[in-house]
């Protein structure tokens, strides 16, 4: 069973605001994944780790930004929260090999108004 | 990046086998195949894999053509549980999947 969180589960916010979605596993895996997915649409990839302080943009342009200062943490954070913000937020990890699946979190919903 | 098509919906009786296709004519060489599902609210899990030789596992077969240019997910018995997008991903390994927007399977009771 993955262990990978992410908190919090939904979240509505005013525009302007600075907010940080959370994503942590306990599984000691090196590479983390987030990606952003409107509904019933694709999951598009916007930020990945390979470890500590490694992080890289993903295929998606994103007005966030993400951090890796500890193995199991990897922070999402929208400076200045706007409307077009509005999507789903999914975390995923995946241990350091030659194939390993990606496990994924249960995503943030966010709302911004 | 070589893409996949899938249909974008399928329907399935409860009990029954289910046959979830999947086209990759531009597969290379050292692209697996994966599949992947995404229950309603949830995040994706992971279903199987496989490069060149059909695979079982707990979940689900994985049956490959010969010249890799397709494949098909096969659930043995649908079950209410199963209604979920499935998603057929090519890449080498499983860094930087490029999700589709898979297979709505609904399952009828």
């Known amino acids: 069973e993955a262990d990978i969180y992410q908190t919090p589960r939904y979240l509505v916010i005013g525009t302007g605001k600075k907010i940080t979605l959370e994503c942590s596993q306990t599984m000691g895996h090196d590479k983390m994944y987030w990606y952003q997915q409107d509904p019933g649409m694709e999951l598009h990839l916007i930020h990945y780790s390979y470890g500590v302080n490694s992080t890289e943009k993903g295929d998606l342009s994103s007005e966030s930004t993400v951090s890796r200062i500890r193995t199991e943490h990897f922070p999402l954070t929208l400076e200045s929260a706007r409307p077009s913000h509005t999507s789903q937020y999914l975390c995923?990890?995946?241990?350091?090999?030659?194939?390993?699946?990606?496990?994924f979190g249960p995503g943030t919903r966010l709302t911004v108004l | 990046d070589a893409k996949t098509t899938q249909p974008n919906s399928m329907e399935s009786n409860e009990e029954e086998p289910v046959h979830l296709p999947c086209n990759h004519s531009?597969?290379?060489?050292?692209?697996?195949i994966h599949w992947y599902r995404q229950l309603p609210s949830q995040g994706p899990e992971y279903v199987i894999h496989?490069?060149?030789s059909n695979v079982n596992n707990r979940m689900a077969s994985l049956a490959i053509a010969e010249d890799r240019k397709s494949s098909t997910l096969i659930l043995h018995r649908a079950t209410l549980r199963d209604a979920a997008v499935y998603y057929c991903?090519?890449?080498?390994?499983?860094?930087?999947?490029?999700f589709g927007t898979g297979t709505r399977l609904t399952v009828i009771p």
């Open positions: 531009t597969i290379s060489g050292t692209d697996y």
């Open positions: 496989g490069l060149t």
């Open positions: 995923a990890s995946v241990p350091s090999g030659t194939y390993n699946e990606q496990f």
């Open positions: 991903i090519l890449g080498a390994g499983a860094n930087n999947l490029f």
